[in-house]
């Protein structure tokens, strides 16, 4: 037994995994990104009751995904919204892939119509715009900046407003776990975590792009960390590579992990400030 546990709820029915290979299998691969686009999930649910499986094949249904070990605290790793459950045979499995997004309803089907008499700061017009998205809380809001003095119509949907305020005032936003955020580009939010052999670093490599090869952006490998999310630092301590040992500001992450396998790990991707606008 590996002594992972992660716990999958939709709807009403909760399903616990564990490394008891007399138990339920389950397997996740979460992607979480600092640029706006919903968060993705992808569960597979193996040999799940007939009953079960027909019970979660409705679309928009809440799921969490929890992650931890026997008599460890579950943190949370994804909360979102079903967006499709399809059965298929693997040998003499059967197995239920499930997928959900974060925040989709109100980050895809939210609008704003309202005239900001100028000057108006930007951070208040944001926090109006958070305010339209259905089923997400309005969260951390560090953004600087005014509208122009004679102001200005929004008419559009809130995802568009956002994406266009975002890169005028050079800002980022996203929802993470139901919750939104927007930070400005050249800060973070305050949490930092250190990534290190004694935490898990597994890797940590530089990546250059162009014809000079620039340094673009740094990949970090390490054991699953659920508390990290976009926007926050990693505090990277290297022993095979000092000279990239710094904080970086988590610009996208993927989660993998499962009960039954090898995979209990994370990928981060930190970009160079200019390189990602």
């Known amino acids: 037994m590996l002594n992972r546990v992660i716990q999958v709820t939709i709807g009403t029915k909760v399903i616990t995994g564990t490394g008891d290979y007399n138990g339920f299998k389950i397997s996740v691969e979460v992607q979480k990104s600092l640029f706006g686009a919903p968060n993705y999930a992808q569960v597979v649910l193996t040999n ?12 928009h249904l809440p799921m969490t ?32 892939t ?24 930007v951070a208040t017009v944001v926090e109006d715009l958070a305010g339209t998205m259905s089923g997400v809380e ?4 560090d953004v600087t900046g005014e509208l122009k003095e004679k102001g200005r119509a929004l008419s559009a949907p809130t995802q568009q407003l956002l994406d266009s305020l975002g890169k005028e005032y050079l800002f980022n936003w996203s929802v993470q776990n139901g919750i939104f955020q927007a930070v400005d580009n050249t800060k973070s939010l305050s ?19 162009g014809p000079f090869m ?8 390490a054991l699953i960390n659920p508390r990290i999310k976009p926007g926050e630092l990693v505090n990277l301590q290297s022993n095979l590579d000092p000279d990239i040992n710094k904080e970086y500001q988590v610009h996208n992450i993927d989660f993998s992990a499962g009960t039954h396998d090898d995979n209990w790990g994370m990928s981060i991707q930190s970009f160079t400030i200019g390189a990602v606008w």
């Not at 799940?48 to 679309?59: A, D, G, P």
């Not at 989709?104 to 704003?112: P, T």
């Not at 620039?214 to 490998?221: G, M």
């Open 138 to 141: 309005v969260g951390t809001i």
């Open 98 to 121: 499930v997928t959900g997004m974060d925040g989709i309803i109100g980050i895809l089907y939210s609008a704003q119509q309202k005239t900001y008499e100028g000057p108006y700061p």
């Open 65 to 96: 995904i929890y992650i931890g070990h026997e008599d460890t605290e579950m943190i949370m790793l994804f909360s979102g919204t079903t967006t499709s459950a399809i059965p298929h045979q693997n040998g003499p499995d059967v197995e239920m």
């Open 48 to 59: 799940l009751s007939r009953e079960t499986r027909n019970t979660i094949r409705e679309r």
């Open 214 to 221: 620039v340094q673009s952006a740094v990949e970090i490998q």
């Open 191 to 209: 949490t930092s975590y250190i990534i290190s052999p004694e935490t898990g670093l597994q890797s940590a490599q530089p990546v250059f792009s």
